[in-house]
């Protein structure tokens, strides 16, 4: 029964897959195009958060924000955020990567492009309600699986995880709390800015970790011969 409900259960590692690259620079095309890919769902399913008008993640709170206080577009509000994120990496003598920089470059596209095409006009009532909270979770589920597919491509950390990484390691703080603070400061900076806060931001906190368990799960899957840590050691499943 354990072993079973395993095959279901979200990854707790990054799966070791046939496509990782050894470099953290150098990569096949093969590998660079599922990173791209993989960015392009996390963007989308961003996008499909800020439409769906319930609440956006932390990051996109503070994009949004900057957009009502300047003429920014909520793309580049996102791309000026991560730059920023990774001058803050100098200090933490963090080491970016390939996936690094088109994660700071592809997500915000993606946000932008996706934002304009999406619909904004919802149906009245209970049912605009249904439909806007099909969008929350759909792209919270495109959030996981493009984070599945980019963090299998062994590029680099997207900007605000090396941050987080990078002030852990430098600190000794848990990853948790780090990463607590940091997005409760975002998120509070983003809603003093003007940026929508919701039901949906409280569905993507609660639910984004298992569903970038799932997107890990859903790629190891496509990759029969990737290996996890929880498989190699299975009381990590307990």
């Known amino acids: 029964m354990r ?43 961003e996008a499909l958060l800020v439409t769906a008008g319930l609440g956006n993640g932390p990051w996109t709170v503070l994009a949004q924000g900057l957009t009502t206080k300047t003429p920014l577009s909520i793309g580049m509000a996102t791309f000026i955020i991560s730059v920023i994120v990774l001058l803050l990496w100098i200090p933490l003598r963090e080491r970016p990567g390939l996936g690094t920089i088109m994660n700071a470059i ?48 062994g590029l680099g950390p997207g900007p605000r995880d090396g941050w987080m990484t990078g002030v852990h390691q430098r600190t000794g703080w848990p990853v948790s709390r780090v990463r607590l603070g940091i997005e409760a400061t975002v998120l509070t900076i983003g809603w003093l800015l003007g940026g929508t806060v919701g039901i949906g931001t409280v569905l993507f906190a609660l639910l984004v970790g298992p569903a970038v368990g799932y997107g890990l799960r859903v790629v190891k899957s496509v990759d ?6 929880d498989e190699q050691h299975p009381e990590l499943e307990a």
């Open 224 to 229: 029969r011969g990737a290996v996890t840590d």
């Open 106 to 153: 592809v997500i915000a596209t993606a946000l932008q492009v996706m934002v304009l095409v999406l619909p904004t006009d919802h149906p009245g009532g209970f049912l605009g309600l249904i439909t806007q909270l099909a969008m929350v979770l759909g792209g919270i589920a495109l959030i996981g699986l493009g984070s599945g597919i980019y963090l299998t491509t």
């Open 3 to 45: 072993r079973r409900w395993a095959a279901w259960a979200p990854s707790h590692t990054v799966p070791v897959t046939s496509w990782r690259s050894n470099s953290r620079w150098r990569t096949s095309p093969g590998n660079f195009a599922l990173l791209v890919f993989g960015l392009w769902l996390f963007g989308t399913g």
